[in-house]
């Protein structure tokens, strides 16, 4: 979910708190004050999960790597018919810090898209350096793409999270590329080269969205 996503919800809750407020002010009736408490922490909670959704607070406090691991852990909770392997060969300090939440959204996004679409039971997750490059890859053994004229469909939900996904690797320097997994599935790769340079970028604003 992007911020723009974030403040709608959050825009969407106080107007419902609007008539119960007022109903407050003009009775005073206690039934009413606590149903309004009860939406306002409500609301709070919401915006509270969203923001561990953009940015969970493992990432401050542990890095990307034990990031990894404990999304994994939680996906795999939800969709327990789905085995997630990881396989990492890299530090944590060789990851740029502002690159770690591109990292971890991209994850996000296409083992969201795994789960939402693919009907795969295994997936390969891999992050690596390896010839100068921070690698990201993510295989799954589902479905495929369906889609090998168009891999970025405008309009579905699944294409544009596939866009956002691109656009967000390639606005932070690196490369994404989708494509048929060997014997079935689906293979995405992002890719960073190691420079320095990198550390100075904002990579964290969220990717708008293109019109198809």
Sequence with gaps: MTRERAHEE???RIKNLQPGAHLCCIYEREEEHQAT???????????????TDLHPPTLEDLGILATISWFCREFQTI??????????????NEVPDPLKTIIYRVMQEALSNIAKHSKADRVLLSLEKAGGLIKLTIADNGIGLGMAEKPFPGG???GIGLSSMKERVELSG???TIEPATGGGTL?????????GIGSLDLTKDVPHRSS
């Design 37 to 51: 408490v009860s939406m306002v922490q409500s609301a709070v909670e919401e915006v509270r999960r969203i923001q």
């Design 188 to 196: 995405i790769r992002a890719a960073w080269p190691e420079v320095e």
């Design 10 to 12: 959050l825009e969407r």
């Design 156 to 158: 579905s939900e699944r």
């Design 79 to 92: 969709y327990s018919g789905i085995l997630i392997e990881q396989h990492v060969d890299i530090e944590e």
């Design 174 to 176: 690196g490369t994404f």
